[in-house]
């Protein structure tokens, strides 16, 4: 379970992880090993019928935009095919994890490492102090009794957060509900060709200005990071996941709110490709809220800024 810089691990800078040699972003579905259940569950096969079917085809992939990281991969532009698939229109919500986790009784990785990463403006100083600042990336702190119920530590829930995305999810964890709804993790080409919305080589699923006539459409850090977040979007963590306006797919928030976990491996390395962005990325300092940034973490990792939404076909 790692830190470094988006995640504990990301809101980075430029040059923030070990992912010079970035593969994994025209692949096709990655084998999973979980066995599904003989016979799903009516929650679970709801998740599979929520999903939006897409014709699939052929896109411009990647960026060769100034403000782009050309070390995570980004670009060159190419040409990409996708087959049609159907994708979730939101991410995960924690009330849709809490079904998952009480139809089999899951564990996630947090509950089993007894921690998770938690910005540190979520605590107060002397949660923040006792928990201590993680190296390099001092904004956040791996709090004992972090996970997805209690996503701040200890006495926090997510009772008034049922559709908001869920968090503090590895990985692993992501396969495991894809394992018991009938669905998987979308390829990262998928995942692109979706955020899109349908527009070619647009900076953001709407477009390219990211406040058109002054209105908010993704939920990310304003103000200066990592000391003051004005909230000017509505939202100083997690929104719920119909926040703000669908692209012209139907997707909501497929930039900003949380990272996005994708099937591919990112480099030949041991890390899994994110995408999207989150709501602590600022263009200061992490300007990977463009739909063709991209990140990623060791597939044990969990903070309270990453979560998943699921695909099929």
Request: charged letters at 20%; aromatic letters at 12%.
């Amino acid at each position: 379970m790692s830190a470094s810089c988006c995640t504990p691990g990301h809101e980075g800078g430029h040059g923030h992880g070990p992912h010079e040699h970035a593969q994994g972003a025209g692949g096709g579905p990655v084998p999973v090993t979980l066995t599904p259940p003989p016979s799903r569950s009516a929650s679970a096969a709801r998740v599979a019928r929520g999903l939006l079917p897409l014709p699939g085809g052929r896109f411009l992939m990647g960026t060769d935009d100034p403000d782009g990281f050309p070390a995570d991969g980004e670009g060159p532009v190419r040409e990409a095919e996708v087959t049609g698939f159907r994708i979730a229109p939101t991410t995960v919500t924690n009330a849709q994890f809490a079904t998952f986790v009480k139809e089999t009784g899951y564990t996630t990785e947090a509950e089993t490492f007894g921690f998770s990463f938690v910005f540190h403006s979520f605590l107060s100083p002397a949660e923040a102090a006792r928990a201590g600042a993680v190296e390099g990336v001092p904004w956040w702190r791996g709090v004992h009794g972090a996970y997805w119920r209690s996503p701040e530590g200890p006495g926090s829930t997510v009772t008034d957060r049922q559709n908001h995305p869920v968090t503090h999810v590895t990985w692993h964890d992501a396969q495991a509900y894809c394992a018991w709804s009938g669905t998987r993790l979308p390829t990262e080409t998928e995942w692109e060709y979706a955020a899109r919305g349908g527009l070619e080589q647009r900076r953001y699923p709407w477009g390219d200005e990211l406040t058109p006539r002054g209105r908010h459409m993704c939920n990310i850090w304003q103000g200066t990071f990592p000391t003051r977040n004005t909230a000017e979007d509505g939202y100083a963590g997690t929104a719920p996941v119909k926040s703000y306006r669908p692209n012209g797919f139907g997707l909501y928030n497929t930039v900003g709110n949380v990272w996005e976990w994708c099937a591919d491996w990112f480099t030949e390395g041991n890390s899994r490709v994110m995408r999207g962005g989150s709501y602590l990325c600022h263009d200061s300092y992490c300007n990977r809220y463009r739909v063709a940034a991209r990140s990623s973490n060791t597939p044990d990792s969990s903070s309270g800024n990453v979560g998943f939404r699921v695909a099929a076909g």
